[in-house]
């Protein structure tokens, strides 16, 4: 009986330490008008969705100390750049990638807005850009290899994920250090890559860019046109009856980065919709188990 009370001590102090939100910036947000903030978060089911965010943080969940490998995974929720879908497409994540041995950061990135951001297009990137700087300047202190830190992202997250995988050598965040802001390697589910009319996700396109962007616009922001030879490996899911974001993003991504030399890996699954998080119902296959193994393969998992 006298275990009990150390038990349950041990079992809270674990609970403290497993997750840590922080502001995602310390001092001023950039880019940023001043606004009432006025977010909201609501619980749909299983999934809680946030609203109306202008106050960006990140949520550290530090990989249990006796599973540690030393890498990293930035997280970044989908919601077609109007909400967060943060906990099936974040926090959920997160305790997948704790249990093999990566320590994650879930990312509450701002919603482009004319009301909040003086230029909304690059106010999500600003917060993935941020978060990557944060957590490869702090990798001693987060007990992480700074050259291990991947970025995954869902949807619309997976859109801004590949963006700050093929928009890295443009810093829209001051960055005195010079510090890379080059994810080592990107996962990405279900993702919206193109912006392009035939297969882009025009509800995110137009939230970001707003209604009439310019073509040069539309393909600056559809990553397949974006990758070169220094873009980051990369492992995709997607489900080939995806009615939201057509597979044919993922395929397209990959071909590009397949004639650009990048190491990629890509699994479609005839079933499963959009928005499946970890869970796609319609087969017994497990694509984190997939995830886990290519991420293994290329010795992002191997204890340094």
């Avoid at 974006?226 to 974001?245: C, M, R, S, W, Y």
């Amino acid at each position: 009986m006298r275990l009990l009370p150390i038990l349950i001590f041990t079992f809270l102090t674990h609970q403290l330490v497993a997750q840590k939100t922080s502001p995602l910036y310390p001092d001023k947000i950039p880019n940023s008008k001043s606004v009432p903030n006025d977010e909201t978060s609501t619980q749909e089911g299983s999934i809680t969705i946030v609203r109306n965010i202008t106050v960006p943080t990140i949520t550290y969940y530090p990989a249990p100390a006796e599973k540690a490998t030393g890498a990293a995974v930035i997280v970044i929720p989908g919601g077609g750049y109007a909400i967060n879908a943060i906990s099936h497409e974040g926090h959920d994540l997160a305790r997948r990638l704790n249990e093999i041995g990566v320590t994650a950061f879930v990312v509450k990135y701002r919603i482009p807005s004319d009301k909040s951001m003086e230029n909304k297009e690059i106010g999500p990137l600003q917060d993935a850009q941020q978060a990557i700087k944060t957590v490869r300047e702090n990798a001693a202190t987060y007990g992480i290899d700074a050259n291990r830190i991947g970025i995954m992202g869902f949807s619309a997250g997976g859109h801004l994920a590949s963006t700050a995988g093929t928009h890295y050598k443009t810093a829209h965040i001051a960055n005195p250090k010079n510090t890379s802001l080059r994810p080592d390697f990107m996962i990405l589910v279900y993702p919206v890559i193109s912006f392009q009319e035939d297969i882009g996700h025009l509800g995110s396109r137009d939230n970001l860019l707003g209604k009439g962007a310019s073509q040069e616009k539309v393909d600056l922001y559809s990553n397949e046109k974006q990758v070169t030879n220094e873009t980051p490996p990369t492992f995709l899911i997607h489900a080939g009856d995806d009615k939201t974001v057509p597979v044919a993003n993922s395929i397209r991504f990959y071909e590009s980065l397949h004639k650009n030399g990048i190491k990629a890996e890509l699994h479609i699954y005839p079933g499963g919709g959009h928005g499946f998080g970890l869970n796609n119902g319609t087969t017994k296959d497990d694509w984190f188990e997939r995830c886990k193994n290519w991420m293994d393969a290329n010795g992002w998992l191997t204890k340094k």
